[in-house]
């Protein structure tokens, strides 16, 4: 196979990549997006293949042990993903994201690693011989974003899971005097070593500045509380692509430079959205200084106050006799999963002549989308689901407003200057004629604010798990 052939597949390969960008970014198409995805990714490896066995004949070695070495690895990591993906439930999705994203994170510092030891091996330079400055480079800054994005992904994945005793995997952030000071010293050293082994070439120079991008990848990540994981997750995918990236230009290796730029480029873009979708500063969540304070700030427990509360009955029949109905899914829902019952629930509504949208905020859950991917998941509608620049404007029309297991999303308290979460664009429900929130106790959300929302005279509480109370509601509608 000629190295033009090479270039041209890789090229389409990149041209599906961008296919599947576009497709994903919108559920409607996202089927296709994914298919794009996945031949753009079956030809990338097939030619990597192909190139493998010319480079090991050039080498004089023979290329079927190496294939097999590739086989193998290939068939034991898509085994593993395919049942990872079988069994995986739509509320740990987050958890398998982070986890996918640490993988990517740690190959970027295996392939460094390798690179750096026996680059003869990888055509960066002839045995014997240094490695080119600019090489050097490009492993330095591959295997530090690959080592950051490692033990911060593993980080992110105890917290998501919530299930771990470890205090660093806890959702709570965990800060300490003179943190942002260590992480400042951490980060010029991790500087000075880069400058070093690029330099030098020394081996010290490589191992110090992998050890303490690892210790920052997780200095980094322990300061975020749960509020914040959607943002989190957008970070930690961006950082994979430019790890990616960083090892195809020291290998010389075009798809991975064309691929984890897109990963790298499109991570970034999404962590703007959400930074705008939470008034955070994009450099802050760059540089891993965010989190703490919002939730220090909540001060914990909701106020003891009297809230108005109901029945799924009571609130099955103010569903059934309103004309505009709003339904806000929230990571309570995903929780209970309760989408299939929410769908359920619409489809009952729409056969008494009730409009039912749903309104989605863009951070509602714990990765990027969240809610889109189980209300897809329960096949609801696409032309019924709406993103919140798109249906704040009707909440004021609206009959009823459904919050099911939402809070941060839908808090007034974001319209409050002084208050923690102030400017954060929120899902304006509080608006509606009339407003039902379903939640398992008056516990405030992430950000540890009492919600306002929750003690109108038109809110009525229904408290439970969110799928028995839909069931029930959709049972008591007639």
């Not at 081996?203 to 200095?219: C, E, K, P, R, S």
């Not at 970034?268 to 994009?282: D, E, T, V």
Request: aromatic fraction near 8%; proline fraction near 3%; glycine fraction near 12%.
């Amino acid at each position: 196979m000629s190295m033009n052939l090479v270039t041209l597949l890789y090229l389409v390969a990149s041209v599906f990549f961008i296919q599947a960008l576009k497709g994903l970014s919108h559920p409607t198409t996202s089927i296709r997006g994914n298919v794009f995805g996945m031949l753009g990714m079956a030809i990338a490896v097939l030619t990597t293949g192909a190139l493998i066995w010319k480079i090991a004949g050039q080498l004089g070695a023979s290329p079927v042990g190496g294939l097999a070495w590739v086989l193998l690895g290939l068939l034991a990591g898509g085994t593993l993903g395919t049942v990872m993906a079988k069994r995986v439930e739509m509320t740990k999705m987050p958890e398998l994201v982070a986890f996918m994203h640490s993988m990517i994170g740690l190959a970027a510092v295996f392939i460094a690693v390798a690179a750096a030891v026996e680059p003869w091996a990888f055509h960066i330079s002839a045995k014997g011989e240094g490695i080119p400055l600019g090489n050097r480079l490009e492993l330095a800054l591959g295997a530090a974003i690959g080592a950051i994005t490692f033990s911060g992904s593993v980080i992110a994945f105890g917290k998501l899971s919530g299930k771990y005793k470890f205090r660093l995997f806890q959702g709570a952030p965990v800060s300490f005097k003179g943190q942002h000071l260590l992480n400042l010293v951490l980060g010029l050293g991790l500087i000075f070593f880069i400058a070093g082994y690029t330099i030098s070439q020394a081996n010290v120079d490589f191992v110090l500045l992998l050890a303490i991008a690892f210790v920052l990848g997780v200095l980094i990540i322990i300061p975020i509380g749960g509020a914040d994981m959607p943002v989190v997750v957008s970070m930690l995918n961006s950082y994979s692509g430019w790890a990616a990236a960083g090892i195809g230009f020291s290998l010389n290796n075009s798809m991975l430079i064309i691929a984890g730029s897109l990963v790298g480029s499109s991570g970034a873009i999404l962590s703007y959205i959400m930074c705008k979708a939470m008034n955070r500063s994009f450099f802050n969540v760059i540089l891993g200084g965010f989190g703490g304070d919002t939730a220090a700030a909540g001060g914990g427990k909701a106020e003891a106050r009297p809230v108005k509360s109901g029945s799924a009955d009571d609130a099955a029949f103010v569903l059934g006799n309103a004309e505009t109905v709003v339904i806000v899914p929230g990571y309570g829902l995903a929780v209970a999963r309760a989408q299939h019952a929410v769908k359920e629930l619409a489809a009952k509504l729409v056969e008494k002549g009730v409009t039912v949208k749903y309104a989605i905020h863009p951070v509602a859950g714990r990765m990027p989308g969240h809610m889109n991917v189980l209300l897809a998941e329960a096949e609801v509608p696409y032309d019924q689901v709406f993103e919140m620049e798109d249906i704040n404007g009707e909440f004021g029309q609206a009959d009823v407003a459904i919050i099911l297991g939402a809070n941060d999303v839908v808090n007034p308290a974001a319209h409050t200057k002084g208050s923690p979460i102030y400017g954060m664009p929120i899902l304006e429900a509080y608006k509606a004629k009339t407003i039902i929130v379903n939640k398992r106790s008056m516990a405030a959300g992430y950000a540890g604010l009492d919600n306002e929302l929750f003690y109108m005279d038109k809110t009525m509480m229904v408290f439970g798990d969110a799928k028995k109370v839909v069931e029930d509601m959709v049972k008591a509608i007639e």
